[in-house]
């Protein structure tokens, strides 16, 4: 007994010490950067909501999106970014926190959260370029000091970066639903054009503060991309070359480490290719973590292909159609017998949504852009059933952080302003933004007014109103289960659940697992069963659902 003890004892101390070795290990070091006098200059406010530093800019639209314009340098544009939102980079960050207490109240998950991260993400400063590091690093500058419990600054704006990945791998668990496709293809005219759904939702006040940012580097190509303030990485973006980037997140392997972010992949592709043979060539080389497509379009090729990558393969989908859909699942010869993807495309609602969105577009006699955002704006399932509104194989699940049209040829570019796809896009021509930018000193709507696409009229109907109800509801039964406190009149509050999306097959889920997590199993059953005679987003779900009928017959 005595040597067992002392055995315990040294490999408990081995373990501290292996720990602490690796928690330090995991410690990213700050870039070096040989001048910093970028830090010595201060914005200024012209008016209300714009700001602006030499050539750099912010300011608010009329539509309540803010707008950025930064040039030159890595460490410059971090800098001058960083300096000219830092009050939005700090709602984004209190927005971010916020909502991973949510998740996780407990202070010593928390920690361990913490931990895992910085173990997690040790390496990624490997696989992100120089210049990336020196941009996110400007950018660190001007963020708060106040969450330097999780990471130190600049380290944590790196994780950010890695977030879409991380998220969508270890929830895989609850992959990103977005949908992207092209029209009008394969032809030597200038109708092609692009829409996207970025189904990324973390809370309303993360969603609020959309930003254009309108980047001028001092290597490659001008581009424009849609995104939050502080990240540089791209999710959705066009170059002055008429090239296009979008990504999808597919299903993957649970990694056991970081690499390249597919935000940072999407950046570079952005910046630094101008056709599809190029963006090819940097997809190939980089090396990352998680499984993604990603849609290119081009302007030059009078075409789009989708990217359609993992962490050990690589493949290329290009068609001779017209039209190109790309949903969360792999269609590449590379892909066609991947366990993954076959398990996917089975079980999860990607295959589903793919079919309605080549539903519209079949379905429609021609294709431009307001035609496109009515596709992306859809809340129906195939064949224009009713399948409760925010339903995951729908085009438009209510959750999108943004969406986006894209005219190559042309360089022009709509993007929805709030809430979700249904208020109103706004349209940007990049041959009259980056040419007006530099010298930009008047507090002027910059888009073109003549091309705005109205408010979707699903804004102001009743349905819109029930489903915020919905949302409301449905997070009071999901923290009454998460804390084990029962909800008084339950029932009441569950009739109203079920009445605001009586279609949503949620609606009945939810019901079923507040009564089920309160012992009663008679009303879990009753709701179970209705639940049964949805459309489910997924068959795990749906399996979910029979257990727990299982286990009440039992």
């Known amino acids: 007994m005595k040597f067992l003890k002392r055995g315990l004892l040294i490999f408990f101390i081995l373990l501290i010490f292996f720990i602490i070795y690796i928690f330090i290990d995991a410690q990213i070091s700050n870039p070096i950067i040989s001048n910093l006098s970028p830090l010595k200059v201060e914005r200024t406010k012209l008016d209300t909501n714009f700001y602006k530093i030499k050539k750099n800019w912010l300011r608010k639209n009329t539509s ?25 980079v700090k709602q984004q960050e209190d927005a971010f926190v916020e909502q991973i207490k949510v998740f996780i109240p407990s202070k010593n998950y928390q920690k361990f959260l913490r931990y895992f991260i910085a173990i997690f993400n040790r390496d990624i400063d490997e696989y992100i370029p120089k210049e990336y590091k020196n941009e996110i690093y400007g950018i660190s500058k001007s963020t708060s000091n106040e969450f330097n419990y999780i990471a130190p600054n600049y380290q944590r704006m790196l994780n950010y970066h890695a977030a879409h990945d991380i998220g969508h791998a270890l929830t895989d668990l609850a992959m990103v639903g977005c949908t992207s496709f092209g029209v009008n293809i394969n032809e030597n005219d200038s109708n092609m054009i692009i829409g996207r759904n970025f189904d990324f939702y973390v809370n309303d006040d993360f969603a ?4 254009v940012c309108f980047v001028n580097p001092d290597s490659g190509y001008k581009f424009m991309h849609y995104t939050w303030a502080s990240m540089i990485g791209v999710v959705s973006g066009m170059n002055e070359k008429g090239l296009t980037v979008t990504i999808n997140a597919a299903k993957s392997d649970i990694p056991t480490k970081s690499a390249m972010p597919i935000s940072i992949l999407a950046r570079q592709i952005l910046q630094y290719a101008q056709n599809i043979n190029e963006a090819i060539v940097l997809a190939k080389q980089a090396k990352i973590f998680v499984s993604e497509s990603i849609l290119i ?26 039209n190109i859909v790309c949903a969360n699942h792999f269609q590449s010869e590379t892909f066609k017998f991947d366990e993954n993807n076959i398990e996917n495309i089975k079980n999860s609602a990607s295959k589903y949504r793919f079919d309605r969105c080549w539903q519209l ?16 704006r859809d809340t129906k399932g195939l064949n224009d059933e009713n399948i409760g509104i925010g339903n995951e194989k729908a085009m438009n699940q209510l959750i999108s952080h943004h969406s986006i049209i894209f005219n190559p040829k042309k360089l022009k570019v709509w993007v929805s302003t709030y809430p979700f ?35 979707d009229k699903f804004l102001y109907s009743q349905d819109y109103k029930n489903r915020k109800k919905f949302v409301e509801i449905r997070h009071q039964l999901w923290l009454s289960n998460w804390n084990n406190k029962p909800i008084k009149n339950a029932d009441v509050l569950i009739q109203e659940l079920i009445k605001s999306n009586p279609e949503y097959y949620l609606s009945y889920y939810e019901a079923g697992n507040y009564f089920f997590n309160f012992k009663d199993f008679n009303k ?8 049964l005679t949805k459309v489910f987003e997924n068959e795990n779900q749906r399996a979910n659902v029979l257990e727990k009928l299982k286990e009440i017959a039992e």
């Open 524 to 531: 879990a059953e009753k709701y179970y069963k209705i639940c």
């Open 361 to 376: 577009i079949n379905n429609s006699d021609s294709l431009n852009y307001i035609k496109v955002s009515s596709i992306l």
């Open 64 to 88: 309540g999106i803010w707008e950025m314009y930064i040039e030159g340098s890595a460490f410059e544009m971090g800098v001058y970014g960083g300096k000219l939102s830092k009050e939005l």
């Open 297 to 322: 379009g081009s302007a030059q090729d009078d075409n789009i292909v989708i990217i359609e990558k993992s962490p050990t393969k690589f493949g290329i989908y290009k068609t001779k159609d017209k």
């Open 421 to 455: 796809q249904i208020g109103k896009y706004i349209e940007y021509d990049l041959n009259k933004v980056f040419k007006l930018a530099p010298n930009y000193n008047k507090n002027v709507d910059i888009n073109d007014t003549n091309y705005t696409i109205t408010e």
């Open 208 to 211: 609020k503060n959309k930003m």
